[in-house]
């Protein structure tokens, strides 16, 4: 068979010793005598995958031990919702940054929670650039403030961390993690899609029966 070179955004061509190694999985997961879309998700076997999978994450996204990690699904467009949802509290706005259809999209499904104050946007420009975080117009009262570091369909990306001394800082990685070292610490509430830089959707899709998305929340202090 004839290999293809795959160079898509999402899934691509992966080692073959890799393939391999997932089709024998697949019939025998370590011994178990049966595949992970077979097994309890409350087995041991299951248990070990998942806190595995965390632990790998842990360390090559240098989270640390004040962040929480969460394998979710839906996909970054259902924490579009969930973040206004969860990070509001008190509160009644938030900040956005307007630089590309995910970004749009974002600000889109926050409004239906919150009063979204969009304080710089590049639309006008055919979002060809970042607009200067001086010119930023952010609200004392904001619960947060979200930004997409990477527009992969418009081709814009961030080529700097904005400063968010005062609010918790969210950001949606999914073209970014796993792509270069981040300062987790700078961030109060990252989520990524695991199907762009962590891994190909459809392997993900098949060796768990449902494709898991990480959002990495800061925990409360006490």
């Known amino acids: 068979m004839s290999r293809a070179y795959n160079f898509c955004a999402g899934p691509a061509t992966l080692p073959e010793s890799v393939l391999a190694q997932a089709r024998d999985e697949m019939l025998d997961w370590r011994g178990t005598g049966m595949s992970v879309m077979e097994m309890s998700h409350r087995s041991d076997a299951f248990v070990e995958i998942a806190e595995t999978a965390e632990r790998d994450l842990r360390e090559l996204a240098g989270v640390s031990d004040d962040y929480a990690v969460l394998f979710m699904q839906g996909g970054a467009s259902s924490q579009f919702s969930t973040i206004p949802l969860n990070l509001l509290g008190d509160k009644a706005s938030a900040d956005y940054v307007n630089t590309?259809?995910?970004?749009?999209?974002?600000?889109?499904?926050?409004?239906?929670?919150?009063?979204?104050?969009?304080?710089?946007?590049?639309?006008?420009?055919?979002?060809?650039?970042?607009?200067?975080?001086?010119?930023?117009?952010?609200?004392?009262?904001?619960?947060?403030?979200?930004?997409?570091?990477?527009?992969?369909?418009?081709?814009?990306?961030?080529?700097?961390?904005?400063?968010?001394?005062?609010?918790?800082?969210?950001?949606d990685m999914s073209s970014t993690m796993l792509s270069r070292p981040v300062d987790i610490s700078?961030?109060?509430?990252?989520?990524?899609?695991?199907?762009?830089?962590?891994?190909?959707?459809?392997?993900?899709?098949?060796?768990?029966?449902?494709?898991?998305?990480?959002?990495?929340?800061?925990k409360r202090r006490p």
């Open 100 to 171: 590309g259809i995910w970004s749009k999209k974002a600000i889109a499904e926050a409004k239906r929670y919150a009063d979204v104050n969009v304080v710089a946007s590049s639309e006008e420009g055919g979002f060809a650039s970042i607009p200067d975080q001086a010119s930023w117009q952010t609200r004392a009262d904001a619960a947060y403030l979200h930004y997409t570091p990477n527009e992969t369909i418009g081709g814009l990306e961030f080529d700097f961390v904005p400063d968010s001394a005062n609010v918790p800082l969210v950001a």
């Open 186 to 218: 700078k961030f109060g509430l990252i989520y990524a899609g695991a199907q762009k830089n962590i891994g190909p959707p459809g392997w993900l899709s098949s060796l768990f029966g449902k494709t898991f998305w990480a959002k990495l929340a800061r």
